[in-house]
């Protein structure tokens, strides 16, 4: 072995960094620092066994900085003890008795309650209102006929007033359909409801409340003033119900009628019906079902209101006292506790009344 040779491993062999710098051979000076003494890796051990030995140590350095960097993962947390589940509903929830699916209901069987089929539906000529357009026509008949009267009256006292009262009625008109347009008739449904009777909304809502709970549909929110639908995050007052894409088509008609069966049950009669009828023909059209004149639209919105004032009819009690707590502010919880107390479980589960 030549000198140079000798001096390079006595060099490796154990020499300090302090000498290596020294070192009169600079290719071979360490600019990194040298792995710590450990048996992997011994100082003292000939080099061709330490580059023999390299790729464990760089194997055992790897994973030990991955153990040390990664992150432990977060402790699993019961859905439980996020937020509070879905509110409980009472022992009547979805025991309601299901009348014969069909659309061929015929008018006699809602006469056979007592139900006069022109005052929820409409003309019996054509009992599905669904059919109809959406939206107010108020407004635009108003409109029309103060145009007409502009241009007839005036002229018989010998003036003209068509100038400002076109202006007028035209602002109306455009103020009219910005607001059905883009506001969804909100400011027009606003002026509707300060003439609404409140007792009356009360008998409407409590007829989709108790339809939609003995059929099975989850009650989420309630709110009977515009203060605490605000509160409760709803765009108006009413129930807010739980009508999902697996909610079948019958029992959401049932639900769309029970708002007209609930007024029929403490008035006689149905005036806030409209809207519901035509959402109902909607979702039914979307969903294929065919409308119009001979459509089955018209069997579907027949069959809800039989089955919605058939429910009624039977759960009077359980009706009544439902109306007297949404009259009160109750809260959904409140509103299931004031059902299942008066609730005819016999009525539920098809069995004729005991004689008394």
């Known amino acids: 072995m030549s000198a140079s040779s000798a001096q390079l491993m006595a060099a490796f ?31 003292s051990a000939p080099l061709p066994w330490r580059l023999a030995r390299l790729p464990a140590i760089l194997s ?38 299901i009348l014969p699916r069909r659309t061929s209901v015929g008018l006699y069987e809602l006469e056979r309650l007592g139900v006069e089929p022109a005052r929820l539906l409409g003309s019996t000529a054509s009992p599905a209102a669904a059919d109809g357009p959406p939206g107010n026509e108020g407004p635009f008949a108003a409109a029309v006929g103060a145009m007409v009267a502009a241009t007839l009256i005036p002229p018989l006292f010998g003036t003209s007033a068509e100038a400002p009262v076109a202006l007028a ?3 109306g008109l455009v103020a009219w359909a910005v607001d059905a347009l883009a506001f969804n008739s909100a400011g027009s449904n606003a002026l509707a409801g300060l003439s609404v009777d409140a007792a009356r909304v009360v008998a409407h809502e409590a007829g ?19 203060e605490a639908a605000k509160a409760a995050g709803m765009p108006a007052i009413g129930v807010d119900v739980a009508l999902g894409v697996r909610t079948d088509l019958w029992t959401l008609s049932a639900v769309a009628c029970a708002g007209m069966a609930g007024e029929w049950a403490s008035y006689g009669g149905a005036e806030g019906a409209r809207q519901d009828l035509v959402d109902l023909g909607g979702h039914l059209r979307r969903a294929g079902i065919r409308g119009g004149e001979g459509g089955e639209v018209k069997g579907y919105t027949r069959w809800g ?45 098809g069995k004729a009344p005991a004689a008394g």
Do not use: K, W
């Open 169 to 171: 009625v035209g602002g």
């Open 208 to 226: 989709h409340f108790l339809v939609a709970y003995l059929l099975g549909v989850r009650i989420e929110r309630v709110a009977m003033t515009a």
């Open 13 to 43: 062999a154990g020499a300090p960094l302090s000498v290596l710098t020294t070192c009169p051979f600079p290719r071979v000076i360490r600019t990194r620092r040298p792995c710590a003494p450990s048996s992997l890796c011994p100082l």
């Open 60 to 97: 055992t350095r790897t994973q030990s900085s991955t153990t040390m960097s990664t992150p432990s993962p977060p402790p699993i947390v019961p859905v439980a003890a996020v937020g509070e589940g879905p509110l409980p509903m009472g022992a009547s929830f979805g025991r309601a008795a």
């Open 305 to 349: 209101l039989l089955q919605a004032v058939t429910l009624l009819d039977q759960q009077r009690g359980a009706f009544e006292e439902l109306c007297n707590a949404l009259a009160a502010g109750a809260d959904v919880a409140e509103c299931i506790a004031a059902v299942e107390r008066r609730v005819d479980c016999a009525a539920l589960e």
